[in-house]
């Protein structure tokens, strides 16, 4: 065997045992095997080291030879957006590391952002994974200075820009925006509950209809003052330039009357104009003609009891006849019992305390309202009103039956007892029932009850109540009943012989 021939030998053999020990198909070969070598001999070229080129993310316009970095197409180019319309932006993701290929074996997220901000809307961030991210613009109204919004697109701490220009929005009209509050008080009537202002807002809103428009100017004007008001209704302020938003706003500043009055906007150099919901201003001082006490129960069964507690109300209105509202506080006195010291108004100008049985017992306690008012000669001082309980009682009820002063009508006559055992009118609540043997009521109620809210009784003394009624039978007697109940459990009766009329 040659030596040639074995020395080649020796190098497959070689080269077995390496691929043998891990080598591979695409491993970069050790020994060269050209025959060409005269000593049959190869020449070592150092093993392979495997690792892979890193990433290296970047974003502009096209790929490979054409890649231009840091740049965005945009689909109208450099033509102007209007002002609430589209285009399309696109940017390409590539691996400059691979010679600026797309980057299309993963998904990539890259977000987009707009100086113009809340006025400009993108579809952001965009997941692609073909390498190219494409986001909608939309205009919203955005009025940039020089005219040109800068859009950019981020990842990986890879940027790229396009500059869009935008066409100058005009304000198509102006809209009101609802009222938060819709009636004040007068400003010599105002309080913390109850102001004498209101906040007025609108909406410069844009051609498209959806934008508000910022940079405009617009004027206030006043609508439905009383132009004979001591002191007039003003506003805040009577001009504004719009927001970003497109907002504008002013107050509305009460004067002295009673009124209804509307902002009315304009837009500077236009005709475009709108008005604001209606604003009450009302509810002046409470006038002493309008200045009512009432109670639920003038009659109370409280003259031996303490604790029976009785409602008592004030209704106040001013000059106009309007419900006084806010904070008007009304304080109460009583010349016997007790009462709630004060209450404030509520928002249909009405309060209500509790008058309370106890010491001083007095039959008719007289309970006073007073609060700062406008008094009939049309100064503002004290006004007052008065009312008067009749305080009666349950002790000893007395029922007395009579004929009446008309023909088949008769009559019951009930009392109760004061402190003194004096007879006086019973109290709310106590019932006069009829009842006949041997003939017919001809009234329709046969039951008749003492009401207390209607007032005191004219007559303090007693209670009567009358019905009518006829015999059967003009040969027989009739047997009338009549049967008294008080509050407080107390009963009497009284029966009264109706005579035959025919012997």
Known sequence: MSGKFLARASALSLAMLLAACGGGDDSTPLVDSNDSDPTGGGTETGAGTGDEQAQEIALGIGSGDSFTQGQMESEIGSNTLSSGGQTTLKVYVVDAADGYSLVSNEEVTVTFSSNCGSEADITSPIVTSNGVAEATYTNLGCNPVGGQDSVTAETNGAEAKAVINLAVPEAERIVSNPLSITSIAPNSVDSSDRPSTAPVSFNVVDASGEAGLAGVDVSFSLTGDDPNAETPVTLSQQQDTSTSGGLVSTTVVAGSASTTVRVIASIDGTNITTQSDPIAINSLLPTENGFTLTSDNYIPDAQFTAGVEVPISVFATDKNGQDVR?????????????????????????????????????????ITATTIGETNSGAVGTISQNLSLFVSSSRNPDVQLANGTESQQYCATATVEDPTGNKIHPADGTTVDFSISDGEILSAETSKKVIGAEGVPGDKTKFVTCIYAKLSDPTSDATLTATMTTPGGSVDEAILIIPATTP
């Open 326 to 366: 806010g904070d008007t506080i009304v304080n109460f006195t009583t010349t016997g019992g007790s009462i709630t010291p004060d209450c404030q108004l509520s928002e249909n100008g009405i309060c209500t305390v509790t008058w309370r049985s106890q010491a001083p017992w007095l039959t008719e306690p007289v």
